[in-house]
């Protein structure tokens, strides 16, 4: 009997390069969660299909443009369901967005439970257990399958794509669906169903040249006085 595992992939904007807003006060940016985004996130799926993966989903469509947490996770549900699943794997949080609230929300719809933030995971009898770590304890946890789970940084090291790997991705399938296939209407997700919206953006401004003390004896004084002025002492 096999497992079948799902793993939410999410196509982000490089974090040394420059983000933009575009006109409508959306982040001009690419987006897949396992199967949602744009064209480019099939870069992203054939990454993950050569680091191992044996099949990926696409979502796309133009009308999921603007969505925020609560209609990506509502076309995850969808796409997950329509998949099949046993256990979903989810990061504990994306580099654009940072909520960390998508795991939940997706359990939440598909009405399993969820462990969440583990640095641990396996996967016995029909049973999937993790370590969470906190700041003064270690907590055991554990959910009959089908479940929801996300992982911290420290649940393993990230297999590099290899170049046998890289080739075996341009064999291996990646079906395409856009809402109409998952059967939901435009107006449930998108800028139009969001729950949140941007009210305004500006830019971080230029970083400005920092102060130079030339020590001429008093280098040490003038150093603490720069520092208890900013409060830091």
Known sequence: MSLRIVVCVKYV?????????????????????????????????????????DKAVHVEDD????????????????????TGYDLVICGMASTDGVMGVLPALLAERLGVPQVTLLSEVAVDGGVVTGRRDG?????QLEASLPAVVSVTDQSGEAR???????????????????????GLDADEVG??????????????????AGTIVKDEG???????GFLAGQKFI
């Open 13 to 53: 904007p490089d974090a040394t390069g420059d983000r933009r807003f575009a006109d409508d006060l959306t982040l001009d940016r690419e987006i897949t969660v396992v199967t949602v985004g744009p064209e480019d996130a099939r870069d992203a799926l054939r990454k993950a299909l050569s680091m191992g993966a």
């Open 63 to 82: 009308d999921l443009h603007g969505s925020d947490v609560m209609g990506t996770s509502l076309v995850l549900a969808k796409a997950v369901e329509k």
């Open 135 to 139: 700041d003064t304890a270690s907590e």
């Open 160 to 182: 590099y794509p290899s170049f046998k790997g890289i080739m075996a991705a341009k064999k291996k399938p990646v079906e395409s669906l856009d809402l109409d296939d998952l």
């Open 191 to 208: 800028l139009a169903g969001a729950w949140t919206a941007v009210d305004s953006a500006t830019e971080r401004p230029a970083r400005t």
């Open 218 to 224: 008093e280098g040490g004084k003038q150093l603490a």
